[in-house]
């Protein structure tokens, strides 16, 4: 199994600028956060406001990204579509550029059969010959797959991991200790939980900010430093919760903006945040300056 699926990854936003993508932002944030420890980064995936970007876009960012970055750091690209047909094609044509893998949602709002979802992913993965990691978010896609679907998908070694989001800690606890995948958990509120029962990383949109904390609370719980790792984890629920607080990626947006990162642009019918969140995240950036 390809041991670069672990870590703390960030599914970087995207950068516009009156209605175009920045390519110069977006090259100095990925920088910015490759600088910071990450293993690497996540284009065009929900944070990414992917379901708005077009094929083209996401060919052109993998480029730009791979022009801004050292050699090897790992680029992951999400996709996602409710027909495996064009899903399937999309996926062949970014080959193209070689990412290190595909981020791939069940198909939303369709609800398939369980061997519908199987062979979804079988037909994605064929097509590509690409490492694949399954984006599992049921309350976003509708549709649960279940264990002994993954176990069945795992056994094809280009299926090497999972983005786990909304899962209970029975469901992760599974998913750690009766698949073979890599389990990366994309609730970040569930962060330090499950790091701690095993999980392997983290996809974490919320590592936009101060992404070296979070490096160190993975390698604190690797080296089995619990009350070290919780020491950290703790305090920083309280930024999560706030960069939560309104539809993702726009509260992210305000503060990357607040810094200087990007401008605060997103695409509809994504809006930007409001004043009074941006306030909040400001105000508990001051009282975690010292952690």
């Avoid at 480029?63 to 996602?80: D, F, H, M, Q, T």
């Avoid at 009766?178 to 029962?197: H, K, M, S, W, Y």
Wanted: glycine content about 6%; proline content about 7%; some cysteine.
């Amino acid at each position: 199994m390809d041991q670069q699926f672990e870590g703390i990854w960030v599914p970087i936003v995207t950068p516009f600028s009156q209605g175009k993508i920045n390519h110069e932002a977006l090259g100095k944030l990925a920088q910015h956060l490759v600088s910071k420890g990450v293993r690497g980064l996540i284009l065009a995936a929900t944070t990414g406001e992917g379901a708005f970007l077009s094929l083209d876009e996401r060919l052109q960012m993998t480029e730009s990204l791979r022009s801004a970055l050292p050699k090897g750091v790992p680029l992951v690209i999400g996709l996602n579509g409710m027909d495996t047909a064009s899903t399937a094609a999309q996926a062949k044509t970014l080959k193209a550029v070689n990412p290190a893998g595909l981020l791939i949602t069940a198909p939303p709002y369709v609800r398939p059969a369980q061997d519908g979802l199987k062979r979804h992913f079988e037909a994605i993965v064929e097509a590509a010959d690409l490492p694949l990691i399954i984006y599992d978010i049921p309350y976003r896609t509708g549709v649960d797959i279940a264990i002994e679907t993954l176990q069945e998908l795992a056994a094809d070694p280009r299926i090497v991991g999972i983005k786990s989001c909304g899962a209970t800690v029975d469901r992760l606890m599974r998913l750690v200790h009766e698949t073979p995948l890599r389990v990366l958990i994309g609730e970040d509120t569930q962060f330090f939980a499950a790091l701690a029962i095993g999980a392997h990383g983290a996809i974490a949109a919320s590592a936009h900010y101060r992404p070296e904390l979070w490096v160190r609370i993975h390698e604190l719980i690797q080296h089995e430093e619990l009350k070290a790792a919780r020491e950290l984890a703790v305090p920083l629920q309280s930024m999560i919760r706030a960069l939560f607080a309104e539809p993702n990626p726009a509260p992210i947006k305000a503060w990357l903006a607040n810094v200087g990162m990007l401008d605060n642009e997103l695409r509809l019918p994504f809006v930007p945040a409001s004043a009074k969140t941006l306030a909040r995240i400001l105000s508990i950036a001051n009282r975690l300056n010292e952690l």
